[in-house]
């Protein structure tokens, strides 16, 4: 069948799983579309349904930093150079803000907005065309401004190609640079194989680890869904010390319901 051959086409290109999953979902989804309108036969529809996807085996492991390497890691460029502060923006943007690369190199100088006495990054349009505001930092927004006022820059893209000679040129970098730059600096951190999208995963655990609420972290992330978001976070439920274990309702809490009554008495 031609679905069949379709997902073992997906499988040689060594796609993740779950991409493929996805991508027969949609074939199905097609499938039963057509059929309800008459365009494909109901057995035929029946049989595409029946392709099964392909098993999740384990789970990726994700690399997160400590907050002592993350601090080491963002200040490491060198702030006497341009592409030094470039750089140092970089990573603070990633570290502090949690965006995707694609975002990072899409972010404009309009994005830079003041909101609620707060600096942030609104209508950033993210994977799947997304749009959200994220909340900037004070210290990655002084990354910024450091790094704008040596390149000269007041409209467009924020981060731009710097030469060996210090000249900033060009209207935007790729997503290939930024990786160069994460690589760059984790190796003189001793740290190897640093993605990216390490730092994103980084600032979610950071984040929860303040005390952060899963739902605030799933805004700044822009995810779709909050069982994303946990993967981030690399936790999973605890049911020995469970969030629900000390909610101030119980019989045993300081407030009695008595008290409450006793105290409501003779109010309007």
């Not at 392909?54 to 490491?76: D, H, I, S």
């Not at 942030?120 to 994220?134: C, P, Q, S």
């Not at 900037?136 to 190609?161: N, S, Y």
Request: proline letters at 3%; aromatic letters at 6%; one cysteine or more.
């Amino acid at each position: 069948m031609v679905v069949t051959r379709y997902r073992i086409y997906l499988e040689d290109r060594l796609l993740a799983p779950g991409t493929i999953n996805v991508r027969l979902a949609a074939v199905r989804r097609l499938a039963y579309e057509a059929a309800d309108t008459g365009l494909l036969s109901p057995d035929l529809a029946a049989g595409i349904r029946r392709v099964k996807g392909v098993k999740k085996l384990g789970t990726r492991l994700g690399n997160w930093l400590t907050v002592e390497e993350a601090r080491t890691l963002w200040q490491l460029p060198n702030l006497h150079t341009v592409k030094g502060k470039r750089d140092r923006a970089m990573l603070a943007v990633l570290l502090g803000c949690g965006l995707r690369r694609r975002e990072l190199i899409d972010l404009t100088v309009d994005h830079l907005q003041r909101r609620e006495d707060h600096w942030a990054i609104v209508d950033l349009v993210g994977k799947g065309g997304h749009i959200r505001t994220v909340p900037m930092p004070d210290w990655v927004k002084q990354a910024i401004d450091e790094w704008l006022t040596v390149a000269q820059l007041a409209q467009g893209k924020i981060f731009r190609c710097v030469c060996r000679m210090g000249v900033v040129w060009g209207t935007k970098i790729t997503e290939k640079v930024v990786w160069h730059v994460v690589k760059q600096y984790a190796e003189k951190l001793g740290i190897s194989k640093l993605a990216p999208h390490d730092l994103r995963r980084s600032c979610a655990r950071f984040c929860h680890d303040s005390g952060g609420e899963l739902e605030q972290i799933q805004f700044l992330l822009g995810h779709v869904s909050v069982q994303t978001t946990e993967k981030y976070l690399g936790c999973k439920q605890r049911f020995r010390h469970a969030v629900n274990d000390r909610l101030g309702i119980d019989p045993d809490s300081a407030v009695q319901p008595q008290a409450l009554a006793a105290s409501s008495i003779g109010s309007p």
